[in-house]
């Protein structure tokens, strides 16, 4: 893990740059709190989130060291210890086919709605990009409110996710019985097997991002939410040995007026076997009391319209893009993964910001590793990318074809997108199932 890149020091041209706009680039020193609490305002601010309760800023500011936290500041104003902006990164593990990789994990980029449009969050996201590269981390990736603005940085869409509301009342189980058990556990009992499920799950899921800080407290309802973590409910998967296999966090809520009528949200269902998946789908929507139960973040190919006797009665109320990915070096993100099988692939990358720029040759052998060097071979079919549809394409999770017929990339020879395709795509779509 590069976590070097956590002290690493201010990016001087991205500080230059801002100099020259009166304004001034500084890393937050975690241990230093009324620099600390001013960033950490400063970014609830420009999310228009309301001011941090104690709780609350006790919980981030324990996990402030854990990420690298840089903010901008304009030394002329009333305030000048509040950043006019800000931005934190920090090393996370991203699932891969076939493997993991570091990833720099970009959070927090806000900027004042006085400063805005002048270069800013530009100045920011390049600098962002050159602290990992100069970190030696092959890949920076973020989860994005806004999605207009990060493909000009060379992100790319990665992974889709869906959210679906489902009938519990008529949806119907025909997904037998898992030979294992379910049983509900506490809070406690669920954070107890929460961390180790949840990594394993995690290295079993392409596109997942390792959950860094008080990211995973939140999963269980956090302290600072102290209503919110009373309406959270838990239960546990074993299978037939005893091992824990899968977790379910769930919130059921009264429907107004009916107390005959809850519905459910599964927030988080992790499951590192097929039966615990079964299993958890299965308690959650035979509930008593339960006539909608809605699930959010989940995979595009989400194997539970297999296991109902109506899959009309799942309905699917959002399709998404999630994971954004921006490739830094790509001889290291496109060996770390696996392929489907032997075959060549080049690749020719266009950067504007030069990092991922040239061509690159995908040789994958029957063991379904790769090598790869920089260089375009004849005869093999080749691709004509920008950085930003690579990211897209890195994990499988976009279709080359349709990004050909986007007008998006280029083939060398008609029919190298179709070939792409079945190098790059995985048996199962990758998917981010928490945010950051
Ligand atoms: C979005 C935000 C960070 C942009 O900051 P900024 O300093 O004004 O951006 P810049 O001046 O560096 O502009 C960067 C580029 O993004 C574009 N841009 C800026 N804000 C944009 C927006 N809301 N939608 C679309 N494009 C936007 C600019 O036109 C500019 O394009 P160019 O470089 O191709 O000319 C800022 O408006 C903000 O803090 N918004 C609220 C919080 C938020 O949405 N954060 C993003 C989380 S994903």
Redo the contacts with the bound molecule.
Sequence with gaps: MHDDALTAPVDETAAAALTKNGLRMAVVDPADDAQAEAWLHADAR??HDPAHSDALLGELRASQPLQRSVGVYDDGIAEPGIPV?TVAAWPAALTVPGGQLDSWAISA???APT?????????MLESELRVAVAAGIPIAALT???T??YR?YGFGPATWSTDVEVDARRVGWDGGEAPGRVQLITRDGAIAVGSTLLEEARRATPGDVQVVGHRFGRIFGAPSEPEEQRKRRFARYDDADGVTRGLLVYRPTQEEGDFTNFSVDVLHLVATTDDAYRALWRFVLSLDLVGTVRAFLRPVDEPLRWLVADPRRIRTTEVREHLWLRVLDPVAVLSARTYAGPGRLALRVADPLGHAEGAFTVAADASRAATVTPGEQEGVPLLEVPVDVLGSLYLGGASAVSLLRAGRLRERTPGDAALADRLLRPPMAPVLTTWF
């Design positions: 420009g999310f902006a980029v806000t900027v400063h805005r449009r002048r270069g800013v969050a530009r100045a994005v409110t806004e207009t603005i000009r």
